[in-house]
């Protein structure tokens, strides 16, 4: 079945260390997305990607960086300068359409003590 | 630039009553309008969505929803919920002809469905 695999389901890590998520899909979909979700404040876009080796910021990019060296791969990296990174990360893809739904993996829960 | 507002944060209703999760939106240009609901611990999944066209939008799992241009919403609702609808319910809003990358998430309405 087609789908969107995100990697780990949970991970902890110690403050200053940096730490990569793993988002897979083969849905062959061209756009890939980076959602982080915190309680009461729904999603917010970090990243996004139309097509390989091109990505752009989403609104709250600081503290994130990714790649999109092959189209079916999108990982994102959560760095020490992120201020507040415990939070659920979520990851999608779509046509690269404006009316095609996004499809999301089921997420990466991360927490940094 | 678009926006959503969800006016109600937790809806509680019992098992086998109708349900209505209220969506608002602002937008300069005309939209397409999405619901999604996410189950604990998992990722989001599309009940229904608005491109065009008849204004009554049919879903999966019985839901429905209404897209209302004059009064800007995409009210969601059931006539009849079970205890699996208990779920966080997000409605979203792009912009036609601004892809995806601007859709936008409204902060989510919690159902919890008792017996």
């Known amino acids: 079945d087609g789908g969107i695999t995100q990697s780990p389901k949970y991970l902890f890590r110690k403050e200053g260390q940096n730490v990569t998520l793993s988002c897979e899909q083969n849905l062959n979909h061209d756009a890939m997305y980076w959602y982080r979700q915190d309680p009461g404040q729904g999603l917010r876009l970090i990243y996004y990607s139309q097509i390989v080796n091109d990505f752009q910021k989403g609104d709250i990019a600081e503290g994130y960086s990714v790649s999109r060296e092959k189209k079916e791969s999108f990982p994102l990296t959560v760095t020490s300068a992120q201020k507040n990174p415990t939070a659920f990360y979520l990851c999608?893809?779509?046509?690269?359409?404006?009316?095609?739904?996004?499809?999301f993996g089921n997420g990466t829960r991360l927490t940094v003590t | 630039a678009q926006s959503v507002t969800q006016l109600d944060s937790q809806v509680p209703v019992f098992e086998e009553a109708p349900v209505e999760l209220r969506c608002n939106y602002s937008?300069?240009?005309?939209?397409?309008l999405f619901w999604y609901v996410q189950y604990p611990n998992q990722g989001l999944q599309l009940l229904l969505k608005y491109l065009s066209g008849s204004t009554l939008v049919k879903g999966i799992n019985g839901f429905e929803a209404e897209f209302n241009k004059s009064q800007t919403s995409f009210h969601l609702r059931k006539p009849s919920v079970h205890i699996s609808d208990t779920a966080e319910y997000f409605c979203a809003v792009s912009g036609v002809n601004t892809g995806f990358q601007k859709l936008v998430f409204g902060t989510g309405t919690r159902l919890l469905v008792s017996p």
């Open positions: 999608a893809s779509s046509q690269d359409r404006g009316n095609s739904p996004l499809h």
């Open positions: 937008s300069s240009v005309s939209v397409y």
